[in-house]
């Protein structure tokens, strides 16, 4: 669904400048990886009922493509063309998602490696790292069908690399064109993950990443509301932005703002999120030029002060009360919204964070309302700190998405 932009101010004669074409996108995966809490092979019902869903329902189709080859997750074994391992726990997720066919209740985790919408090294390893720490066997005990798409990771790595010497800056914008060309990429995964009816968790890389996830959300639910958990607003623009990182630009190229509207992103990435879509979590470093957007646009936040006057169990009930009941919710995390205590390998920490139990009671509340559709963690960084803190990091990481995803603490 592609809304108007919207004006804020004038837009510079650089951002507008005539670029390289885009890279090319990567084929299409077809290979995926299942794990199952069942010993029984069950097939995927792509699409879920019309009155679920925001938009037109799709065929049913009986399966998803599989291709197995032995060892490439350890500890599954091969069995007619699916992993299969016997896991103790649940037999179904804990609560009833809405927007998720249940026929079974599938999860597919996809990875992607990039790091290039800021300028620290290493937070392309934290999927892999999340995945190592046994994420996929964690989801699967509460009672999933987790899908794992492994093939993505290289792609997405080789994706990122294509044409980086020439990769020149866009006004202030840096490497404007891996960052497009990944997230037309990860547009394109998430929606298909959605269309067949399974619920997409992306694990990142850094929050650029969030262009394409939430546009390919947009392109199955366009009414889902967003909730934003993160220390940083990531809504400059082009004209606002001073470092031209991409990871602190990504809502205002969904929300369309002015300044925007520039190749290689107009290519392909339309304006999808309204305002009043969209709920901040957790905020305490915002940029002179995002108060300003925040405030023009009466987006809906709660910051660290929020949190501190009302608890987080009212700053919840706040923001599920402005989303509204029955609409599909995009969850986007960013695990610097974590005191560093918390989750301290990460690139850009921020004191006065969420504590632990905050940041999974947001998580655990979501999950309650059955309304969830997508879900990112992004920002693990395991080339930071010392041993201890990468694996405290990792740890949050993959229990942030269990939570999101119906574990509880009874």
Not at 129 to 136: C, Q, T
Not at 381 to 399: F, H, K, M, W, Y
Request: charged share 20%; proline share 7%.
């Amino acid at each position: 669904m592609r809304l108007p932009r919207t004006s804020l101010s004038s837009v510079t004669a650089a951002a507008r400048q005539a670029i390289h074409p885009r890279l090319p996108q990567a084929s299409r995966p077809q290979a995926f990886e299942r794990v199952s809490s069942s010993a029984q092979t069950r097939h995927l019902a792509r699409g879920v009922t019309a009155q679920a869903r925001a938009r037109p329902s799709t065929a049913a189709v009986s399966s998803v493509p599989l291709r197995a080859a032995a060892g490439q997750v350890r500890t599954h074994t091969t069995r007619d063309a699916h992993y299969l391992k016997d896991l103790p726990g649940q037999s179904s997720p804990t609560f009833e998602y809405k927007f998720i066919a249940d026929d079974p209740s599938t999860v597919s985790v996809v990875g992607y490696p990039f790091s290039g919408g800021q300028p620290r090294p290493g937070v392309d390893e934290g999927p892999e790292a999340l995945v190592e720490a046994g994420l996929l066997d964690q989801i699967a005990a509460l009672g999933w069908v987790v899908e794992f798409n492994k093939a993505a990771i290289a792609e997405v790595r080789e994706l990122a690399m294509a044409d980086s010497e020439t990769d020149a800056d866009v006004g202030k914008l840096h490497r404007p064109r891996a960052v497009s060309a990944v997230n037309q990429r990860v547009a394109q995964d998430v929606s298909d993950i959605i269309e067949r009816g399974a619920m997409p968790l992306t694990l990142g890389g850094d929050h650029s990443l969030a262009m394409g996830t939430v546009s390919g959300v947009k392109s199955q639910y366009p009414d889902a509301a967003v909730i934003w958990v993160d220390a940083h607003a990531d809504i400059n623009t082009p004209i606002t932005t001073d470092s031209g990182n991409l990871h602190g630009c990504p809502l205002s190229f969904l929300l369309g703002l002015e300044g925007t509207d520039i190749p290689p992103f107009n290519v392909w990435l339309e304006p999808c999120l309204r305002p009043e879509d969209l709920v901040y979590i957790g905020l305490r470093d915002i940029d002179a030029g995002e108060k300003m957007i925040l405030k023009s646009l009466g987006i809906k936040v709660f910051t660290m002060h929020d949190v501190d006057k009302h608890g987080i169990g009212r700053v919840m009930e706040m923001v599920l009360a402005h989303v509204g009941a029955n609409r599909p919710i995009h969850l986007s995390f960013d695990v610097d919204a974590l005191d560093p205590t918390v989750a301290p390998s990460t690139g850009t920490p921020v004191r006065g964070g969420l504590t632990f139990r905050e940041g999974h009671y947001i998580t655990e509340a979501i999950a309650e309302t059955g309304n969830l559709v997508a879900i990112d963690i992004v920002e693990v960084n395991p080339t930071l700190e010392d041993g201890a803190s990468v694996q405290q990091t990792i740890a949050v990481g993959c229990s942030l998405a269990r939570c999101a995803l119906g574990e509880t603490l009874l």
